[in-house]
């Protein structure tokens, strides 16, 4: 097998901690000896072994002399757990390959510095944009102060959200809701204003079990997500449903009404103001808020006005569009509210990078240019 091989295989074990790890990267390592796979391991959960000491650990006294495939460099500082680097070069490997630099400030090269320091052959770049895709929000976290913000919404096959009225349940089938619990489970946070819970009081949780993720065990704990209300008057009313639900619930608002911040407080929710422009609280600043508490990637799930906003802002990183085939009519309610688009040349483009079946609708994942 070929050094391509090995370091897919890695990548693929990376894939394991999809809904797990954060706010950690997903990474995985695959130790080679003399042709034979003889280790591999990915990060399983923030504060467990990295994937190099998972590997290193099966390998034991086989991993002198080996090659370790790493999808993310080895990190070499001090965090809950050691430094990666301090345990190849214990162990002896002879040549570490390394998928991406890592982004983070307390390593960016100096991982691979330090094993080269030491007498190890170090390559880098091999599968670099594969490894980067698996780690959207932390990349962009690391490089930017910014989450990576992926933006869900269900449409008729003309382009409807809803029906004159609001109503909108169900749109599309149980194969696509299902898909769109997995997007929340890889998700730190789920987003959406104050007019959706207004409007539905939705739960904003993840309703499937550890034994339905990929990578988690029947006994594992899912990872509830941070949820997030913008409200700029604080009109969430206490009783909303998603507050007595486990997890955290975050109302992000332009100023602190004492009074209303403390009603929602008492009643399980944390309160944040974070400033206002033209009266709606300030997307980007929010979005910086939930960086800071390492939120690396967001699932923007809203009505047109706020998703809308989000788009023309330049704050959208990924669009994922379910289509479900049936028509709502011209009286339901759009996908965008973009009232500013007016001549052909202010357009928004979009690349769609994925189009597959879900169910009997279909999944668009797109990105705007």
Not at 126 to 152: D, H, I, Q, W, Y
Request: net charge neutral.
């Amino acid at each position: 097998m070929s050094d391509h091989d090995h370091m897919a295989r890695a990548i693929r074990l990376a894939r394991n901690g999809l809904y797990s790890t954060h706010p950690n990267p997903r990474v995985g390592c695959v130790l080679v000896r003399d042709g034979e796979i003889v280790g591999e391991g990915w990060h399983r959960r923030a504060g467990g072994p990295h994937a190099e000491r998972e590997a290193l650990a099966v390998a034991g006294d086989r991993s002198r002399g080996a090659t370790a495939y790493v999808s993310l460099e080895p990190c070499c500082h001090h965090g809950r757990t050691p430094p990666c680097t301090d345990g190849l070069i214990a162990a002896g490997v002879g040549r570490v390959v390394v998928a991406m630099q890592d982004p983070n400030p307390l390593v960016a090269g100096q991982g691979m510095a330090q094993l080269a320091a030491a007498g190890i052959a170090v390559n880098s770049g091999l599968l670099e944009t594969e490894a980067r895709a698996l780690n959207p929000g932390f990349v962009k976290r690391m490089s930017e102060g910014l989450p990576f913000v992926r933006c869900k919404l269900a449409m008729s096959l003309d382009g409807r959200t809803a029906m004159a009225d609001g109503e909108s349940k169900w749109i599309t089938s149980a194969a696509a809701r299902a898909d769109v619990q997995r997007l929340r489970a890889r998700s730190e946070a789920i987003v959406t204003g104050i007019g959706t819970v207004l409007a539905d009081d939705p739960s904003m949780n993840v309703r499937l079990a550890a034994g339905d993720l990929p990578g988690l065990d029947a006994g594992d704990a899912v990872i509830q997500p941070l949820r997030v209300v913008l409200d700029s008057r604080l009109r969430m009313p206490p009783r909303s449903r998603m507050l007595p639900l486990p997890g955290d619930t975050l109302v992000i608002c332009t100023e602190r009404d004492a009074g209303k911040a403390r009603d929602l407080e008492q009643a399980g929710a944390e309160v944040l103001a974070v400033g206002g422009v033209d009266g709606h609280v300030d997307l980007r600043a929010a979005l910086q808020r939930l960086a800071q508490r390492e939120v690396n990637e967001v699932l923007l799930e809203t009505g047109p006005v706020l998703a809308g906003s989000a788009l023309a802002a330049g704050l959208v990183d990924e669009l994922v569009i379910y289509m479900a085939p049936h028509l709502m009519g011209d009286m339901a309610r759009g996908l965008f509210s973009l009232p500013a688009l007016r001549h052909m040349h202010q357009r928004i483009d979009l690349e769609i990078t994925d189009v597959r079946a879900i169910g009997k609708d279909w999944r668009i994942t797109a990105r705007p240019q």
